[in-house]
């Protein structure tokens, strides 16, 4: 496509979503804009579309795609943007609106195509604007913002900003409208959006800011209370709220700030980009957070921080994909001193429950005998938080548990006991009384 205000640009290709590696290329803005002109036909119709499952949609939708910017190594993640040369904006809410005022007000080169869900009625585009120079993935979470806002930010999906999102190549239903259309204008000059802020490395002067806080207001209300979760996430929750987290096992990794729900990144060069929601959710604004766009309960946070998907763990090893991430979580919780001490206070409640005369059994032995139960903290759990089935477990439970002290075994008699130790005392000459079982029995029993 000839234009008249062409450079070289230099962004990443994948084949598709689930691309492991991908391919840094430069590519001419005007090759970049053939590519977006040419649509890829799929078979189904739009009402086929419509009717599929996210994940059949997914499927269909990835013909490859494209990240606006140069990758390190050519992995996909928000640590490995090195930065952005493109602005690419998803338009989830658009109208004609949008194309009158790109028409009338945007000064600056653009392209703009239709995704796969796009309808007349239903409008999905997608905006694309190069920049005169290459961009950190901070400075670009703050210019993207702008330009949504003086294009009224309503109409942009609040979690296209992420400076790692993919964008697919246009793709269309065998009978969908597809649109495309460009401005052949001078590239956009991210200082002068810059130099619209007071101070853009804050982020509470973001534009999307308080949109996005309303949204994620209205999620956090619709999610599960991760105090009520279940299994070993549930009680890691439980153990650390977001504040602890944030104070003490990511300490090295956010700063508190004057406001107390806010947190900055400190791997970021922006401020105050991490939102606290009722210490039980962050979300993080901040481009190269590993927890960035993501709404993370505690568990999550963690997660996100010390086994990002495809990054290095603490211990020095290799992370593998989301669910090998998971399991190292997981694995990680149930080591974890506080949650390890939740679940033991939690298995003690259950118990209680489903055996009411619990209390009254453990007043009776506390009056006797000091109880210390820090030895359920040693139990070995598996990833779920549940105790194993091991022999060590069953020795350990055997040998502290104080309402297991009566419980004796004859190993003459081979009978079980469960109540007063059996002493035998001598008839009134002194004599000992024999036992049908030999000249004395024995029990066997916790000491």
Same mark, same amino acid.
């Given at each position: 496509m000839q234009v008249t205000h062409d450079k070289k640009l230099l962004i990443a290709i994948g084949r598709s979503r689930k691309a492991a590696q991908w391919q840094n290329k430069e590519m001419l803005w005007s090759e970049f804009l053939d590519k977006l002109a040419n649509t890829t036909r799929t078979r189904e119709t739009v009402n086929d579309y419509a009717a599929m499952t996210k994940a059949e949609r997914d499927n269909i939708k990835d013909v490859g795609g494209f990240v606006g910017g140069y990758l390190k190594n050519g992995r996909r993640s928000s640590a490995s943007v090195v930065n952005r040369c493109l602005i690419c904006l998803d338009a989830d809410n658009a109208d004609t609106g949008l194309l009158d005022d790109l028409d009338m007000t945007f000064i600056n080169a653009y392209a703009l195509y239709s995704?796969?869900?796009?309808?007349?009625?239903?409008?999905?585009?997608?905006?694309?604007?190069?920049?005169?120079?290459?961009?950190?993935?901070?400075? %670009? !979470?703050?210019?993207?913002?702008?330009?949504? &806002? #003086?294009?009224?930010?309503?109409?942009? +999906?609040?979690?296209?900003?992420?400076?790692?999102?993919?964008?697919?190549?246009?793709?269309?239903?065998?009978?969908?409208?597809?649109?495309?259309? %460009? !401005?052949?204008?001078?590239?956009?000059?991210? &200082? #002068?959006?810059?130099?619209?802020?007071? +101070?853009?490395?804050?982020a509470s002067l973001w534009p999307t800011t308080q949109p996005v806080e309303a949204k994620m207001r209205r999620t956090v209300s619709k999610q599960e209370d991760p105090l009520i979760k279940r299994g070993i996430i549930g009680a890691f929750c439980r153990a650390h709220s977001i504040t602890d987290v944030l104070e003490n096992i990511l300490a090295d990794r956010y700063n508190p700030t004057a406001q107390a729900d806010r947190y900055t990144f400190a791997g970021g060069s922006t401020t105050g980009g991490l939102v606290v929601y009722d210490d039980k959710y962050a979300f993080s604004h901040h481009a190269t957070d590993p927890a960035s766009g993501k709404l993370c309960n505690a568990f999550d946070l963690v997660r996100w921080h010390l086994f990002t998907p495809g990054g290095t763990a603490p211990d020095g090893s290799r992370v593998g994909d989301d669910a090998s991430s998971m399991k190292r979580m997981q694995e990680y919780a149930a080591q974890d001193e506080a949650t390890r001490c939740t679940l033991a206070e939690e298995r003690r409640a259950q118990a209680v429950q489903e055996f009411g005369d619990l209390d009254a059994l453990e007043a009776q032995i506390a009056a006797t005998e000091p109880q210390n139960n820090s030895w359920q903290e040693q139990l070995e759990l598996d990833k779920q938080g549940k105790v194993k089935d091991t022999l060590g477990n069953l020795t350990l439970i055997l040998r502290n548990d104080l309402r297991l002290k009566d419980i004796a075994y004859n190993i003459f008699g081979m009978l079980m006991r469960i109540g007063g130790w059996e002493k035998y005392k001598g008839n009134s000459a002194g004599v000992q009384r024999r036992s049908p079982y030999g000249p004395q029995r024995c029990f066997v029993r916790r000491e």
């Open positions: 995704t796969h869900s796009h309808t007349p009625e239903k409008m999905r585009l997608r905006l694309i604007v190069p920049l005169s120079r290459t961009v950190t993935p901070d400075e %670009y !979470a703050a210019i993207s913002r702008r330009i949504a &806002d #003086d294009l009224r930010l309503s109409r942009f +999906d609040p979690t296209t900003f992420e400076p790692a999102r993919l964008m697919y190549w246009p793709s269309t239903p065998e009978d969908g409208e597809f649109v495309f259309r %460009y !401005a052949d204008q001078p590239f956009l000059d991210p &200082d #002068d959006v810059l130099a619209t802020y007071a +101070d853009w490395q804050d």
